[in-house]
Each structure stands twice: as structure tokens, then as C-alpha cells.
């Protein structure tokens, strides 16, 4: 899966087909958000539409409020899942509401809901997600898969325990530190994650015993 973003539907028509040019199966596409005042369902459903109808491999909706300020309306997602080239859609809100509103109402199609943190990820599957895509994974990749193969089995008294060690971690590396705490975070357990670029700095030695602290006091470390 390739990540494809810009803010006009023609260069993300560009960009989409050049990483399936370049082997992706599928393009990950999150909304445009520099003029998110005007990015209603109407032009949401337009730019998706035409980027899906252009695009030589599935596309992958992506709603990430966080970094965009801005949620792809249910309505949206409820009118393009039903396009046959847009498979599916990761979704970083963590609104289990508006996430189990959303497989109830697209799974008439085939059409995909997944979980885009291991944050909520638990809770996600239980409303019928099939999968996260997940930055934690990155670190703790065998302890993510491990949660959704329980999940998947049905051992939810398993999952929750480990979802309950999972919390914490995640958000330190995602909405709490950022890149510079997961690359970090990779760096401790033997992965590479090296610096960031900027304009993204280093943790400070404050921000990284706090960091070090929300993985130790959970096992982690």
C-alpha cells in the first residue's frame, strides 16, 4: 500500500497512478484539507470518484482529523464505498460510534473498515472492523498482530488485557510525542527508525524518560 495525498484531485490523480506504476497494490488517499472549509461531502465524493475512476489499483480512503482537521463525513464514505475501484477505509478518528455507524451502513458492499491506531483497535474489531493499520506497529508489530488475531478469535478477555498495554504506548508515539518518539521508540527495540527531518526535533530528555516511562510501565520495557 502506498500513501497518496495533495490538494487538487488532478495531482492526486498523478501522484496515485505513479505509485501503482511503481508496484503499489493500492493507494491510501487522504482528504485534501488546506481549504477544509469547503471540503464538504459533495467535493469529498467528487475528488474521490475521480481519483478511483483514474487510478489503475484499488483506493484506500483515509480519515485522519488529527493531522487535517477534517472527518471524511459518513455520508461520504456510505456514497463511495459503493464505487467498485474504492476498497475500503482506514480510519485514525477513533469515534467507535462513527466507525460501527459506518461498517453497518457499507456492508452491502465490498467495502472494508479499518482501524487506523492500535489505540481503539479492540474496539474497533468489535463493531466489525476487519484490521488497523497502525503506527504502534511499527515497534510492537508481533504484540499488535497478537491483539488482532485475538481479536479475531474471539478471546476478547485476552485482547482486553492486552489492549489495556497497548494504550498507552500508542499514544505516546502518535497523538502525544509523534514521529520523533516512534522513530525513537523503533531505535529501542532494534529497528531503525534514525532522526527526523526537519522541521520536527528531537525529543527533548524530558519528553523522552516520559516516553521511556509509558512503555516500561507496561511491560514493554
Given at each position: 500500500?502506498?500513501?497518496s495525498g495533495?490538494?487538487?484531485?488532478?495531482?492526486t490523480?498523478q501522484?496515485s497512478?505513479?505509485m501503482?506504476?511503481a508496484g503499489?497494490d493500492?493507494?491510501?488517499v487522504?482528504?485534501?484539507?488546506?481549504?477544509?472549509?469547503?471540503m464538504?461531502?459533495r467535493?469529498?465524493?467528487?475528488?474521490y470518484s475521480?481519483?478511483a475512476d483514474?487510478?489503475s489499483?484499488?483506493?484506500?480512503?483515509?480519515?485522519?482529523p488529527?493531522?487535517?482537521?477534517l472527518d471524511?463525513?459518513v455520508?461520504a464514505?456510505?456514497q463511495?464505498?459503493k464505487?467498485p475501484?474504492?476498497?475500503?477505509?482506514k480510519d485514525s478518528g477513533g469515534d467507535?460510534?462513527?466507525i460501527a455507524l459506518?461498517?453497518q451502513?457499507?456492508?452491502?458492499q465490498?467495502?472494508?473498515?479499518?482501524?487506523?491506531?492500535?489505540?481503539?483497535?479492540?474496539?474497533?474489531?468489535?463493531?466489525?472492523?476487519?484490521?488497523?493499520?497502525?503506527a504502534l506497529?511499527?515497534?510492537?508489530g508481533q504484540?499488535?498482530?497478537?491483539l488482532a488475531?485475538?481479536?479475531?478469535?474471539?478471546?476478547?478477555?485476552e485482547a482486553?488485557?492486552?489492549q489495556?498495554r497497548?494504550?498507552?504506548?500508542n499514544t505516546a508515539?502518535?497523538?502525544g510525542?509523534g514521529v520523533?518518539a516512534l522513530?525513537?521508540a523503533?531505535d529501542w527495540?532494534g529497528y531503525h527508525?534514525?532522526?527526523?527531518?526537519s522541521?520536527?526535533?528531537p525529543?527533548?530528555k524530558?519528553d523522552?524518560?516520559?516516553?521511556?516511562?509509558?512503555?516500561?510501565?507496561?511491560?514493554?520495557l
Amino acid at each position: 500500500m502506498a500513501g497518496s495525498g495533495c490538494e487538487s484531485t488532478r495531482a492526486t490523480i498523478q501522484m496515485s497512478q505513479r505509485m501503482a506504476d511503481a508496484g503499489a497494490d493500492c493507494v491510501l488517499v487522504v482528504t485534501p484539507c488546506f481549504y477544509r472549509g469547503r471540503m464538504d461531502s459533495r467535493a469529498l465524493i467528487n475528488h474521490y470518484s475521480k481519483v478511483a475512476d483514474s487510478c489503475s489499483v484499488p483506493v484506500v480512503l483515509y480519515s485522519v482529523p488529527a493531522n487535517t482537521g477534517l472527518d471524511l463525513p459518513v455520508d461520504a464514505v456510505i456514497q463511495l464505498s459503493k464505487h467498485p475501484n474504492i476498497v475500503g477505509l482506514k480510519d485514525s478518528g477513533g469515534d467507535i460510534t462513527r466507525i460501527a455507524l459506518m461498517v453497518q451502513k457499507t456492508r452491502s458492499q465490498d467495502f472494508q473498515v479499518l482501524a487506523g491506531s492500535a489505540g481503539f483497535l479492540m474496539a474497533a474489531y468489535a463493531v466489525g472492523a476487519v484490521g488497523g493499520v497502525c503506527a504502534l506497529a511499527n515497534v510492537l508489530g508481533q504484540q499488535v498482530c497478537e491483539l488482532a488475531q485475538l481479536c479475531v478469535s474471539g478471546r476478547w478477555d485476552e485482547a482486553k488485557e492486552l489492549q489495556y498495554r497497548l494504550i498507552e504506548p500508542n499514544t505516546a508515539v502518535t497523538r502525544g510525542f509523534g514521529v520523533p518518539a516512534l522513530k525513537l521508540a523503533m531505535d529501542w527495540f532494534g529497528y531503525h527508525g534514525g532522526i527526523c527531518r526537519s522541521p520536527l526535533q528531537p525529543l527533548s530528555k524530558a519528553d523522552l524518560e516520559a516516553l521511556r516511562g509509558k512503555f516500561s510501565s507496561n511491560g514493554w520495557l
